[in-house]
């Protein structure tokens, strides 16, 4: 059959829909299909709700088999015939049925149970000598029933206690762990073996200092399972070195020269333990009390290398844990390296009364700063040399020909300030300026007229501040503003700039400056009264910051000056002396003077009306409440009247 050419069969699929009508041009139109409710009421309408049960009415139910069996088709006698439910809703029938007949059984139990008369319920009698047992017996079986439960309620708790117990090795196991976890993420571990070690070294920051620094993470077992588990339990445990146990700090401190230096040293330098904040693990707050001990040990090894290699002309002195030098003269600065290791406490109550805290803090975190400074330093002025058998070092100190470093350049890189060189600056420039802020405050204090002020700056370096001073009269800012001084604090001296620009250095003495600025504050006055004869419209005749006449003052120089009314006729003279005081002299007209002689020789009444001789003011007897307020009443008073 495979060379006979394939014939095309075409199949037509059965019409699912039933054909309503079909019109004159062919088109067929066919019945919609029913929808769920339609057919659902189709079927309901096939239910016969008035028949009975199926004893009653078999009769009636063969034809209604008969109706429904024609309407399945006949088939072959060889196949298995399917016999499907009489009609669509015989199940649902069936159930209400089965339903219906339970629930009547059901209250024909109750209705004999609840009512006597269908059947009473008597109790059947016994002998009563054969239930009777001995009492013995009853205890025996009683107290073997209650050894069983006994028994069987403790090894019930038995196994509760194992369970409970192995539940928390296993938290305490994850605890541990997720705890190893936060202090590897803080801190540099390794583990040695079976050992897990730390490094509280700055070696990985640029230090070179040669203590290890190395600390082991325990398990912490002192723990009783048993009992309650306390709230600041914590299950990793750190053991760090016997040397770096306890708190320490630098404590650097200027004090006035001690007549004896072998009592230094001796005095009580630690402070209190800092508080632990609240929520920190134990093992962090001892692991950064244990690296704030070593970079302290490791700062006061670094000042006393320097204290005895540095060759200065007043040597620096060691002594126990105690670095003495020599700022200023009569002065002494301290370092002092204080390491508590909490071990030794003293309940007793010391009979001396507390000093006052004479440390400088700044100065401690400036040694801070500086050692880490170093640390940077050390880690980033390493630079691989090119080619490898070069030496280490700067990259220029490697070159040769024009562009190599000469001996004194090569020195210079070389040459650095150590760490004990900048905190001698660096203390003083505090004690010259806190030095300097004191005599200001105390000549504020003393002396009420005239006011000096003083501003600091806000932004200052470790080896230079600057103060603004101004010195004015109460009641005449506006006018008196001429004494303007610029002080510039550095390391061993100051430099004073004047509102026009002249600079003069000044020493460390405190002397020098109290006596520059008691001149300048007589100064002032002056130069007030040369403002304020201006704004009353008297002339100025003559003025001198440095009078070379009268008598000599131990600070500084006499400032003088003289003016004359509107019309000439009265005269009025200063001369102010930082010691001597004010001094003021007033000049009338010949006219108005009556002890003058008369002379034969002056006949022209013209020479009457030159001023005559001068005559000093009671200065304290005047009213006001400064030198200004004075003179200005004074020059009110012989000012004519328009």
Not at 64 to 93: A, Y
Request: some cysteine; glycine content about 6%; proline content about 5%.
């Amino acid at each position: 059959m495979s060379g006979v050419p394939a014939v095309r069969v075409s199949i037509e699929s059965t019409c699912e829909k039933q054909v309503q009508e079909v019109a004159l041009d062919g088109t067929e139109t066919y019945v919609p299909p029913l929808s769920m409710s339609q057919n659902l009421a189709k079927l309901a309408q096939r239910i016969d709700f008035s028949q009975g049960s199926d004893s009653e009415e078999d009769g009636e139910g063969e034809p209604r088999d008969r109706e429904w069996g024609k309407q399945e088709p006949e088939e072959d006698e060889g196949t298995v015939k399917f016999q499907p439910s009489l009609w669509p809703w015989d199940s649902v029938r069936n159930n209400l049925r089965s339903a219906l007949t339970e629930m009547c059984v059901l209250y024909d139990v109750l209705s004999v149970v609840k009512e006597k008369k269908y059947m009473a319920l008597d109790p059947v009698s016994q002998d009563p000598t054969a239930g009777k047992t001995p009492q013995v017996f009853q205890l025996i079986s009683k107290k073997k029933s209650l050894a069983t439960a006994a028994q069987l309620l403790l090894k019930g708790a038995e196994k509760l206690n194992k369970s409970v117990a192995e539940n928390l090795e296993n938290r305490r196991q994850r605890d541990f762990n997720s705890e190893l976890l936060r202090l590897r993420s803080q801190w540099k571990l390794r583990k040695v073996g079976d050992k897990i070690l730390g490094d509280l070294s700055y070696r990985s920051a640029g230090s070179l200092f040669p203590h290890h620094g190395t600390f082991e993470v325990i398990k912490n077992t002192d723990i009783d399972l048993d009992k309650k588990i306390p709230e600041d339990y914590c299950p990793l445990d750190v053991q760090i070195p016997s040397d770096l146990e306890g708190s320490a700090y630098i404590k650097v401190s200027i004090q006035k020269q001690a007549p004896d230096i072998g009592d230094l040293g001796t005095v009580n330098l630690f402070r209190r333990q800092p508080k632990t904040k609240a929520g920190s693990q134990s093992w962090h707050v001892k692991l950064e009390a244990a690296q704030n001990v070593l970079l302290c040990k490791e700062i006061f090894a670094q000042l006393s290398r320097e204290a005895v290699q540095i060759k200065s002309q007043i040597p620096h002195i060691v002594v126990k844990n105690q670095i003495i030098s020599q700022p200023f003269p009569g002065l002494q600065l301290s370092i002092s390296l204080c390491h508590s290791t909490g071990e030794k406490k003293n309940n007793r109550a010391s009979p001396e009364k507390p000093k006052p805290d004479d440390h400088l803090y700044v100065l401690e975190h400036n040694l801070h700063q500086m050692m880490r400074e170093f640390h940077k330093q050390q880690l980033s002025s390493v630079v691989m040399p090119r080619p490898a058998s070069a030496p280490f070092g700067h990259k220029r100190m490697r070159l040769a020909g024009p562009m190599a470093y000469d001996k004194a350049e090569i020195s210079s890189l070389q040459q650095s300030e150590g760490l004990l060189e900048k905190i001698i600056k660096q203390a003083k420039h505090i004690f010259l300026r806190s030095r300097t802020a004191r005599t200001i405050d105390s000549l504020a204090s003393r002396i009420e007229d005239p006011q000096i002020q003083a501003h600091w700056s806000n932004i200052n370096d470790v080896y230079e501040s600057s103060v603004k001073v101004l010195i004015t009269s109460q009641g005449y800012e506006q006018i008196c503003k001429s004494i303007q001084l610029q002080l510039n604090i550095g390391v061993e001296q100051i430099r004073v700039v004047h509102r026009d620009g002249r600079v003069i250095t000044l020493s460390h003495q405190e002397q020098e400056l109290q006596d520059f600025l008691l001149s300048q504050m007589s100064q002032h006055q002056v130069h007030a009264v040369q403002q304020l004869a201006k704004v009353m419209g008297w002339h100025v005749l003559s003025f001198s910051n440095h009078v070379g006449l009268g008598p000599v003052e131990s600070i500084g120089n006499a400032s003088a000056v003289t003016v004359a009314s509107p019309n000439g006729e009265f005269a009025i003279s200063v001369r102010n002396g930082p010691e001597s005081g004010c001094k003021v002299l007033v000049q009338f007209p010949r006219s108005q003077t009556k002890e003058l002689p008369k002379s034969d020789a002056i006949q022209d009444a013209k020479w009457s009306h030159l001023r005559g001789p001068y005559k000093e003011v009671h200065w304290s007897k005047m009213e006001g409440r400064n030198f200004v307020y004075k003179m200005e009443l004074l020059m009110a008073a012989l000012t004519p009247c328009p």
